[in-house]
């Protein structure tokens, strides 16, 4: 399989989130309650949850680089023109979807970096004309972070978009190798 983008830096990358990501299922409790407990025991009492929580953080930081990188490399060789336009956009949206992802595991620690961190970052959605507010009040579960956004960026994290993500990458791998575009030519 030739591989000049980065796929399997990728794809080992979202491996390791995925495992990672089930491990720290097990331990986890998405409320207001107990979330920042649980990660404070998780680095304490839990063998090895210090490793888990950093191995889990760190390839999410190196998921968005690779990702970021990987959208560079296509843009700067122009890999993006014809006949490769529509993949290019797929692209785009996988790396939109990554950064949300890392978004929504940012407020699951519940601690006050993260609590503000959302709070800001989700104030951005206002300034989008005529659906702005309503958008960020969907996400938040309200008009302001607290359970509900837990709970709704605890759902988004570990279903809706991990799903969605392994889908439009089957996808955007599957046009790759469709369209003989990442096969060398001789």
């Known amino acids: 399989f030739y591989n000049p983008s980065g796929y399997t830096a990728g794809a080992f990358l979202f491996l390791i989130l995925t495992v990672t990501g089930i491990l720290l299922m097990f331990y986890y409790v998405p409320s207001t309650q107990q979330a920042y407990d649980r990660m404070l025991d998780l680095r304490g009492s839990v063998a090895f949850g210090t490793l888990l929580r950093n191995m889990h953080r760190w390839s999410a930081h190196g998921m968005v680089a690779v990702v970021f990188l990987h959208l560079c490399r296509v843009f700067l060789t122009g890999s993006y023109k014809k006949p490769r336009e529509f993949n290019w956009v797929v692209g785009v949206i996988l790396f939109l979807l990554t950064l949300f992802m890392s978004f929504t595991g940012y407020l699951l620690p519940w601690d006050q970096l993260a609590y503000w ?70």
């Not at 989700?122 to 309503?134: M, V």
């Not at 994290?157 to 046009?175: D, E, Q």
């Open 117 to 186: 961190a959302v709070t800001v970052g989700s104030s951005l959605l206002s300034y989008i004309p005529l659906i702005g507010e309503a958008l960020r009040n969907f996400l938040l579960g309200g008009p302001e972070v607290g359970a509900a956004t837990l709970t709704n960026f605890y759902g988004l994290h570990v279903a809706i978009i991990p799903i969605t993500l392994m889908g439009i990458v089957s996808f955007h791998i599957w046009r790759v190798r469709k369209d003989s575009l990442s096969i060398p030519h001789k």
